[in-house]
Nanobody, 118 residues
C-alpha cells in the first residue's frame, strides 16, 4: 500500500507557473503507474496527466504543451509542472497511483488547491 501527499498548490496569476509535488510513502512508486487528476467546483473529476513505469507520458489535450508530468523514483515523488496557467485550470489537484494501469487507480492523495486569477 502507498500513501500519497500532494503539495505546491496555491494562488497564481494567469500566465504564471506552479509545480505540484506528490510525495509517496509506504512503498516505492517504481511499482506504480502515476497520474494527476483535477476537479473544479461543480464539475466531474478529470484526468490531467499520467506517467508509466518506464516514463511514458500522457497529457490531456486541455493541458498539452503547458503541463508536464514527471517522476523521480529515487525521491519517491511525482511532479506536475504547470506553465502558462489559465483561470480554467483552477481546481483541486489529486495525485493517484495504479498498480495495474489501464486507468484504474488504487490509491489517492487528499488533494491540493490551485487557484488561477485572471
Amino acid at each position: 500500500q502507498v500513501q500519497l501527499v500532494e503539495s505546491g498548490g496555491g494562488l497564481v496569476q494567469a500566465g504564471g507557473s506552479l509545480r505540484l509535488s506528490c510525495a509517496a510513502s509506504g512503498r516505492s512508486i517504481s511499482y506504480y503507474f502515476m497520474g494527476w487528476f483535477r476537479q473544479a467546483p461543480g464539475k466531474e473529476r478529470e484526468s490531467v496527466a499520467a506517467i508509466g513505469l518506464r516514463g511514458s507520458t500522457y497529457h490531456a489535450d486541455s493541458v498539452k504543451g503547458r503541463f508536464t508530468i514527471s517522476r523521480d523514483n529515487a525521491k519517491n515523488t511525482v511532479y506536475l509542472q504547470m506553465n502558462s496557467v489559465k483561470p480554467e485550470d483552477t481546481a483541486v489537484y489529486y495525485c493517484a497511483a495504479s498498480s495495474r494501469g489501464g486507468g484504474e487507480y488504487d490509491f489517492w492523495g487528499q488533494g491540493t488547491q490551485v487557484t488561477v486569477s485572471s
